[in-house]
T-cell receptor, first 114, second 112 residues
Framework: GALVYQYPRRTICKSGTSMRMECQAV??????VAWYRQSPQKTFELIAL?????????EQNFTQEKFPISHPNLSFSSMTVLNAYLEDRGLYLCGATGDAETLYFGSGTRLTVL | GDSVTQTEGPVTLSEGTSLTVNCSYETKQYPTLFWYVQYPGEGPQLLFK?????EKGSNRGFEATYNKEATSFHLQKASVQESDSAVYYCALSDWSNNRIFFGDGTQLVVKP
């Protein structure tokens, strides 16, 4: 079956520092990877969608300068949160698809900023 | 634009009772519709998907019918269990715009 591993599960960083999270697809080719942030109210904010061999598309309010994403092959993607501050706290989710239809999610990376 | 609206939670039920979580959507496309479930501390898991209108999807006793005329995709289960306690998300795919649209989620609490 299609599985997505995301790590770390939890991370704590000091305000103004950066942290990187990674996403690995197993059992399928992740042609597209979507990165989301989930609010405490459980709603999803799409940060960006990365498709292999295409430009990464960022949603409004999110930029490459703040959330650089790498998607070098069909099984791996990473996202960094640069200069993290309190408002960046939350659960970050990666969802990968191989059929441009169904997203399979990792367990998420919970970011705490001190 | 595309949107998904679902029952506002929390929904609290006793074990053995029936569940309906309403989901309505707006789109100009012909989307695939999804239900995802998220347990505490985990990412969303696909419960099932339905790509075509008038078809039904089901998994683990949950089911929903893709009603194109009513633009609805209501989630139902005849008899809920305590282990069904989770947040349920209705979603539609619009890959012409390179995204999946999620509803705001409905928290289900099932009491023994």
């Amino acid at each position: 079956g299609a599985l997505v591993y995301q790590y770390p599960r939890r991370t704590i960083c000091k305000s103004g520092t950066s942290m990187r999270m990674e996403c690995q697809a197993v059992g399928f080719q992740a042609t597209s990877v979507a990165w989301y942030r989930q609010s405490p109210q459980k709603t999803f904010e799409l940060i960006a969608l990365s498709t292999v061999n295409s430009a990464i598309k960022y949603e409004q309010n999110f930029t490459q300068e703040k959330f650089p994403i790498s998607h070098p092959n069909l099984s791996f993607s990473s996202m960094t949160v640069l200069n993290a501050y309190l408002e960046d706290r939350g659960l970050y989710l990666c969802g990968a698809t191989g059929d441009a239809e169904t997203l399979y999610f990792g367990s998420g990376t919970r970011l705490t900023v001190l | 634009g595309d949107s998904v609206t679902q029952t506002e939670g929390p929904v609290t039920l006793s074990e053995g009772t029936s569940l309906t979580v309403n989901c309505s959507y707006e789109t100009k496309q012909y989307p695939t519709l999804f239900w995802y479930v998220q347990y505490p501390g985990e990412g969303p898991q696909l419960l099932f998907k339905v790509p075509k209108a008038n078809e039904k999807g089901s998994n683990r006793g949950f089911e929903a019918t893709y009603n194109k005329e009513a633009t609805s995709f209501h989630l139902q289960k005849a008899s809920v269990q305590e282990s069904d306690s989770a947040v349920y998300y209705c979603a539609l795919s619009d890959w012409s715009n390179n995204r999946i649209f999620f509803g705001d989620g409905t928290q289900l609490v099932v009491k023994p």
